[in-house]
């Protein structure tokens, strides 16, 4: 005859195997559910009216009208987009939280001592969007009309010229430190909140030069003076601008943004919105956004933005240890 114990054993076992299928279907069918009713927010780690802002704007209205889901964007700037970033990090993993981040996110390792995150344990991606090169310029007065000439000027001045960027540990930043570097030149680098405030220095004299991604509609519009682009190739939307790398051998600094969750978010979840991100970049008025701010779109996954981030820590990892860059 069986002991009691052996059946209150067996019947412990069977509550808990119940227990831990409910469980399980309980979650899967919270995952299934997403999106309910509770908007989704899409944090964007820049001040508003830069490129970020506007193509996290332009994305996430695509977003919304795909998803049938109310899409919120926040803006959360400062610390070269780590307070927004960090505010994804500590939110729920529930698909309902999203940073549009960009280069700057990998570049926070190299120029702050003590990062807010771990951009390679601490947020999940999604998928990256766009890739897009910054834009040198200028003050309308400076008499440098090219890369040469700006060159010549900061040799004939050295530690008189500014140069505004978008942030500390921004690609912007990297293309001034990188730019300084190659050409062995002394600028000061004056970080500012955004692409758009930065722009707007030089185009009020209180800055001598900016590099920024969101310049090219100040470039046509003739308020500033463009002189190259930073990626190792002219770029299609504005041809008549060279390559800095034409006139600076070695010079590379490719801009580029992406989409991503808190790291404990499920996969389901993330691989649907990666779905929905490439979708967006198929939609008519998203690419006429982003051909407004000389982006290209990039068709991505989750796992080919993971390999792209850790290829792009590696390569800024071993450049930036070069430059001798000053940590903040």
């Keep these: 005859m069986k002991s009691a114990t052996q059946h209150n ?11 831990a299928t409910m469980m399980v279907a309980a979650v899967s069918t919270a995952h299934a559910a997403w999106p309910d009713d509770q908007p989704i927010r899409m944090i964007i780690p820049y001040a508003p009216g830069g490129a ?4 996290g704007r332009i994305i996430s209205k695509s977003l919304s009208d795909s998803l049938k889901q109310t899409v919120i964007v926040e803006n959360r700037p400062g610390a070269g987009s780590m307070i927004g970033s960090e505010y994804v990090v500590r939110a729920a993993p529930d698909g309902y939280t999203l940073v549009l ?11 702050y001592k003590k990062p807010l995150y771990d951009i390679l344990t601490d947020l999940k991606p999604v998928g990256q969007v766009v890739s897009v090169p910054n834009f040198l310029g200028v003050h309308k007065d400076v008499p440098a009309k090219s890369v040469q000439e700006l060159i ?5 001045k050295p530690g008189e010229l500014s140069c505004a960027v978008s942030g500390v540990g921004s690609s912007p930043h990297l293309s001034c430190e990188l730019f300084k570097a190659l050409a062995g030149i002394d600028l000061i ?5 955004g692409g758009a405030p930065a722009i707007q220095s030089t185009m ?3 800055t001598t030069m900016f590099f920024a991604n969101e310049a090219r509609p100040y470039i046509e ?3 500033v003076r463009g002189l190259g682009v930073t990626t190792p ?3 299609e939307y504005s041809p008549e601008l060279p390559a800095i790398a034409e006139q600076l051998p070695g010079y590379d600094v490719t801009a580029w943004y992406g989409v991503w969750a808190p790291i404990d978010t499920p996969d389901e979840i993330v691989n649907r919105l990666s779905d929905e991100l490439n979708k967006s970049l198929k939609d008519p008025q998203v690419l006429n956004v982003l051909a407004s701010l000389g982006a290209s779109p990039t068709q991505s996954d989750p796992e080919k933005f993971t390999s792209y981030i850790k290829s792009e820590y590696e390569r800024w990892k071993g450049i930036t240890a070069k430059m001798n860059v000053q940590q903040q």
């Design 9 to 19: 054993f067996r019947r412990l076992a069977s509550v808990a195997a119940l227990s």
């Design 52 to 55: 970020t802002d506007t193509l």
């Design 101 to 111: 981040g960009s280069i700057s996110n990998v570049l926070n390792a190299f120029f």
């Design 152 to 156: 010549a000027l900061a040799k004939e």
């Design 189 to 193: 680098t004056t970080p500012f909140k």
């Design 204 to 206: 009020g004299g209180q």
């Design 221 to 223: 519009a003739g308020q």
């Design 233 to 235: 190739k002219r770029s």
